[in-house]
């Protein structure tokens, strides 16, 4: 059972959008930044949204991050094949004083 | 070429122990905190352990406190992972990963992971 709660899976139309949610508590999401991740398993993690809504470089802008309260959302828009991964949420959890992540929501473009 | 290259993985028998290494290229070692993060199979990613640049501090999940210790040699640029106690349940891939830098919190330069097996 993960500390943050993400859908298990979500889906859409190639050039559709798609959000993904995270769902926490006041010591986890509610009080600290959240990041995003792309994982395509056997590969080495992306990191695809820092400090809530911030971008790395070479991270398309078709990826949007925000967070409101003790939830953060994640945004794809214009989905392509190539964006079928899993992609996780991740924060501080100040009571537990230990990284925490969402269980993983895996993406189909139909 | 910023790089982290994970290794010492293996097939190890319940109760034993093995040391992961993470070798760090390409960046300024000693500046980062970095991490460790596992996923077994089926499940999704776990985060492990942290370790301050300078070794100071330290973080681990409770349930693995006591079985696994993380240390860093900022001389070799190494992040190792000490795992002692090794149950089914800790077969997995595990990742070293570098914490964002001082202005910024993510995990922004992971390694492919090196996997961990452990049966008998």
């Known amino acids: 059972q993960s500390v943050l709660t993400q859908p298990p899976s979500v889906s859409a139309a190639p050039g559709q959008k798609v959000t993904i949610s995270c769902s926490g508590s006041s010591f986890n999401i509610g009080n600290n930044f959240v990041s995003w991740y792309q994982y395509f398993p056997g590969t080495a993690p992306k990191l695809l949204i820092y400090d809530n809504n911030k971008r790395p470089s070479g991270i398309p802008d078709r990826f949007s991050g925000s967070k409101s309260g003790t939830s953060a959302t994640l945004g794809i828009t214009g989905l392509q094949t190539g964006d079928e991964a899993d992609y996780y949420c991740g924060t501080w959890d100040s009571s537990l004083s230990t990284g925490v992540f969402g269980g993983g929501t895996k993406l189909t473009v139909l | 070429e910023v790089q982290l290259v994970e290794s010492g993985g293996g097939l190890v028998k319940p109760g034993g122990s093995l040391r992961l290494s993470c070798a760090a290229s390409?960046?300024?070692?000693?500046?980062?905190?970095m991490n460790w993060v596992r996923q077994a199979p089926g499940r999704g990613l776990e985060w492990v352990s942290s370790?301050?640049?300078?070794?100071?501090?330290?973080y681990s999940a409770d349930s693995l406190k006591g079985r696994f210790t993380i240390s860093r040699d900022n001389a070799k640029n190494s992040l190792y992972l000490q795992m002692h106690s090794l149950r089914a349940e800790d077969t997995a891939v595990y990742h070293c990963a570098r914490d964002c830098d001082t202005s910024c919190s993510g995990l922004d330069v992971w390694g492919q992971g090196t996997t961990v097996t452990v049966s008998s």
């Open positions: 390409g960046f300024t070692f000693s500046s980062y905190s």
């Open positions: 370790i301050t640049s300078s070794g100071s501090y330290i």
